[in-house]
């Protein structure tokens, strides 16, 4: 991974487990029956299933003999799965699961979804970074509401300095949003709504930072759109000073755990419009306005409506410039992890 290095400069025992290959392509002749296709289509997906399931718990439980960990903390869907069987297959003291988001990740699969929601009872404790979170995880797996603990987002001790002087209304709105461009992140819903701002007679530029499939569609919106700024991936460093320049931190996701680039938004005193989804009404609080998911119109409105407002505006920033002091940082949630895996080691 790419922070290899700096683990191992700082001490930190670094082991990967990487998968032998994929399974091997296995030729199938044409014609025969609907049956024969699927018979012949059993070996590959007994391939499927051992190189997805069968050989990384191997793996894993390999390491785990091996380590003898006092803590396995994993953090990803499939990771937890795995966790919550070989942790306790390898008899680790704790098995800790995270979640970071809203959804059902295995949605198109009911036996993983129904296994996810048996299995993550397994773990010692769950992790999530809000309270929607938490909640959705309580529900779907009956767990025991003390048994799942929020540590919200840490944000860099640099994003909280020197944020810049905004006041008034400026000539012409700078809107800044960043994301993936991905279908969850509703990116078009939200040029939707900045088509109606544009109608409406207000003067503005949108700066899109990110990247994503999603992009050649993008990219084909803003040929014919000249407000519509398409950035790229940009560095941290470069992030801060587009939002540092910019007046109004605008997002329009359809589901949200707790919203990295809002937070950073915050950080920098920057307004938020965004979608009421997930955790970012606990994160944004009142920093900013909310408006009901894929609604271009309703978003739109909200956007005339700030703009239009300059009370309301200082209100937002100063509102942002508070919340920001409440923001953790990485030594505040590491410390929490710390005393969180005490806790169920004892």
Known sequence: GPREVEFRQRGIEYRTMRPTGPPRARPRPPGGSLLAARF????GRVAKLVDWSVRPAWWLFRELRTVRPDVLHAFLPRTNLLACVVGR???VPVVVVGRRSLGHYWADHRLLDRGERVLT????CVVTNSVAIADQVVERSEIEPS???VIANAIEPSWLVGQPERAGRPACWRFVTVSNHREVKDLFTLVEALDRVHAAGLEFVWSLVGDGFLR????????????????GALDETDVRAEMDASDVYLGSSRTEGMSNSIMEAISR?????????????????????LVEAGRPDLLAAEIVRVTGDAELVERLRAASALRAT?????????LEHVRLYQRYRR
Do not use: K, Y
């Not at 050649?216 to 950035?231: G, I, N, Q, V």
């Open 40 to 43: 012949r289509a059993v070996p």
């Open 89 to 91: 297959w390898a008899r």
């Open 121 to 124: 009872r397994r773990a010692s």
């Open 147 to 149: 048994r799942v603990h």
């Open 216 to 231: 050649p569609a993008l990219d084909e919106a803003a040929s014919t759109r000249p407000w519509m700024r398409l950035l």
């Open 269 to 289: 005193h920057l307004p938020t419009i965004a979608t009421d989804v997930g955790g970012t009404h606990e994160l944004v609080g009142t920093a900013g306005v």
């Open 326 to 334: 409440g923001f953790r940082t990485p030594n505040d949630t590491a």
